[in-house]
C-alpha cells in the first residue's frame, strides 16, 4: 500500500528523459520545436521546454548577481572619488586665492600629480579585484 519514497523520484517530470539532462541549449531547442504532444505537461518536448525555461532563469539570475557586484564596485568607488573632490574644492576655494600666482601653478602641478597617481592606484586596485 504505501510507496517508497525512491519510487516516487522516479514519476517526477525531468527523470522521465534523462537524456534531456545532458542536451544542449540548442538540441532542447529542436525537441521543442518538433512539437511532439506539447501540449502535453508530460511529453518529453513539455519536459524540453521546461527545462529551457529553466535554464534561462538560472543565466538571468546569474546575470543579475553580476550586476549587483558591480553596482556595489561603482558605488564604492564613487564614495572615495567624491572624497577626493570634495578636498579639491576646499582648497580651490580657500587656500588657493590667497596665494601667489607662482605658488598656485606650482601645486596645481603638485595636485595633479597626486591626483594622477590615485587615480592609477585605483585602477589599479579595480583590476586586481575584478580579476582581469
Same mark, same amino acid.
Given at each position: 500500500?504505501?510507496?517508497?519514497?525512491?519510487?516516487?523520484?522516479?514519476?517526477?517530470?525531468?527523470?522521465?528523459?534523462?537524456?534531456?539532462?545532458?542536451?544542449?541549449?540548442?538540441?532542447?531547442? @529542436? !525537441?521543442? &520545436?518538433?512539437?511532439? =504532444?506539447?501540449?502535453? +505537461?508530460?511529453?518529453?518536448? %513539455?519536459?524540453?521546454?521546461?527545462?529551457?525555461?529553466?535554464?534561462?532563469?538560472?543565466?538571468?539570475?546569474?546575470?543579475?548577481?553580476?550586476?549587483?557586484?558591480? @553596482? !556595489?564596485? &561603482?558605488?564604492?568607488? =564613487?564614495?572615495?572619488? +567624491?572624497?577626493?573632490?570634495? %578636498?579639491?574644492?576646499?582648497?580651490?576655494?580657500?587656500?588657493?586665492?590667497?596665494?601667489?600666482?607662482?605658488?598656485?601653478?606650482?601645486?596645481?602641478?603638485?595636485? @595633479?600629480?597626486?591626483?594622477?597617481?590615485?587615480?592609477?592606484?585605483?585602477?589599479?586596485?579595480?583590476?586586481?579585484?575584478?580579476?582581469?
Amino acid at each position: 500500500m504505501y510507496m517508497k519514497i525512491d519510487s516516487i523520484s522516479d514519476n517526477r517530470e525531468f527523470t522521465a528523459f534523462p537524456e534531456l539532462q545532458k542536451m544542449s541549449d540548442e538540441e532542447l531547442q @529542436t !525537441e521543442y &520545436l518538433k512539437g511532439d =504532444n506539447i501540449h502535453i +505537461s508530460t511529453s518529453k518536448a %513539455s519536459a524540453a521546454k521546461r527545462l529551457l525555461d529553466i535554464r534561462e532563469q538560472q543565466k538571468q539570475t546569474k546575470a543579475i548577481v553580476n550586476i549587483r557586484k558591480v @553596482t !556595489e564596485q &561603482l558605488d564604492e568607488s =564613487n564614495k572615495e572619488l +567624491s572624497v577626493i573632490s570634495d %578636498s579639491l574644492k576646499y582648497f580651490k576655494k580657500n587656500w588657493l586665492p590667497k596665494q601667489p600666482w607662482w605658488l598656485r601653478i606650482l601645486s596645481f602641478i603638485l595636485v @595633479t600629480l597626486i591626483v594622477a597617481y590615485m587615480v592609477n592606484m585605483f585602477a589599479a586596485w579595480t583590476t586586481y579585484k575584478l580579476g582581469w
